[in-house]
């Protein structure tokens, strides 16, 4: 079906109006709240009512920040457009769980300084109890609206005019390194990251994609749900904690609805790996998944190829898997490389550099001219593991490899910080213009334009993106440097009790020198019959093998207890403040 001829510029809500004329009972979005039967769905016309019901509730309130705390639901979904049509800046936050403080909430409320905050009148209500029990008075103050009880009258509704330049919402960091900040993302922003997206998918409105993920988070929002209406197709959702109790009912969603993308980081792979019973397996029919997005996190070979091996017996191919790199900064989507073909991996075996810079001797006689395959040497660790390509620039963007010290360009296959330039890099972080000049207005020697640093480190290949880790991250010892998930990677195959994706590693000073602590998750299973010595013992000597790195200390914990942002990354400083106050939860030795 053809669009109307839009207006321009082109933003979602022209998008939605569009859908909701010209298609107004299409369902947009199924919802499995098991992760298995259909308990609700939304269609095009539906979705334009609610959110312009929603925008004349918010109407007075307009050019003001409103917290959006929900559950993964279609209500969500709902107020986000609400929010856009009413000028409403939406800030999507996570909804903590019964055990978690409240104080990333918080946090995020006050640097946002929100005014308003939508939820569900039965989320409302619970919640309530917990900041009286928790006296936050800070949420407290602040107007609720219970969105699922707004009438759906859209008479006195007056659209706004949008334009790209216009900030559209803010998305908070992960805050895996450091303090969450609000990254300002405009309705430019949207667009052309939905562009990108579109141009590697190659998307139809006969599509149909399959998600799981946090709807609060970049890669669950831009992709999943945004995605929808710029394409005009049918996404089928399920809230994160189906997948976590029962993985097999993500992959059994996009066999039953023929679902040709779907993406996760790589940890849900694995779990998938681990967790799914073959006689499972041979129920499901794969044949229809064209790309399954890994990002988010570092991109395993092993997990790739475990997963493609045991999912092959049900149609899934290899070359379905679609490695990516992304970033808040960047909206979501930063690189990627072309659907349908294998992912491109280059062996770590070859590496025995640190950072970029190279030992005296291994230098090549004529850096500049070196091909390809000399340049690949050029890495970072000397973990014998492989490394992924994230792909390449799409549309307008650029990446440069950027020596973080010299502020030089690094060679080819040279690892620096990762900086980028284009249509996607956001407006900056929200009332914060110190940390927006530094991260945001970037120039590396000789350069005229400004660009974003990531804060990752990689280095370019032909072309290629290989991302190795996060520069806050990289750990010094004895001056050399290490990356802490090549630790914990090695760390975890070390014996069977041990949690994959459990782990963290850092240091700690210790009579001025730099020592290195494991913290690592026990597997439940295994708690009972653990002997933690034995454990400790394999771990010491792991690293000790293929690092030549002794522990200062290994600390077990109980399982789930790491300190992991929403969308589970590992939260290294705060797993380091844990250790040294004391506040681990740790098994018995």
Known sequence: MRLHQLERPVTLLNLLNNRAELSPEKIAYRFLADGSEESACLTYGELQRQAQAIAIHLKPCQGSRALLVYESCLEFISAFFGCLYAGVIAVPVNLPRRNQKLARLLAIATDADAELALTTSTTLIDFQKRWQEEEAPTLTAKKWIATDQIATNTESFDSLAIMPEHLAFLQYTSGSTGTPKGVMVSHGNIIHNEQMLQQVAGHSQESVIVGWLPLFHDMGLIGPVLHTVFIGSTTVLMPPIAFLQQPQCWLEAISRYRACTSGAPNFAYDYCVQKIQPETVKHLDLSCWEIACNGAETIRAETINAFAEKFAICGFQKRTFYPCYGLAEVTCFATGGKKQEEPIIRPRNQANHQEGKMHDGDRPSNSATDSATDSVTDLTTNLTTDLVSSGQALLDMEVKIVDPETLTLCLEGQVGEIWM????????????????????QAR?????????RTGDLGFLSEGELFVTGRLKNVLIIRGQNYYPQDLEFVAQRSHPALSPHGGAAFTVNVEGEDKLVLVQEVQRQFLRKLNPKEAIAAIQASLMKNFGLRLYQVVLIKPGSLPKTS??????????SDFLAHQLSEIDQ
């Open 421 to 440: 330039r284009g249509g996607s890099v956001t407006l900056g972080y929200w009332q914060q213009p110190e940390a927006t000049a530094a991260t945001f």
């Open 444 to 452: 590396f020697q000789n350069s005229e334009e400004n660009f974003l």
């Open 567 to 576: 969308s589970g990354k590992i939260q290294h400083y705060q797993c380091r």
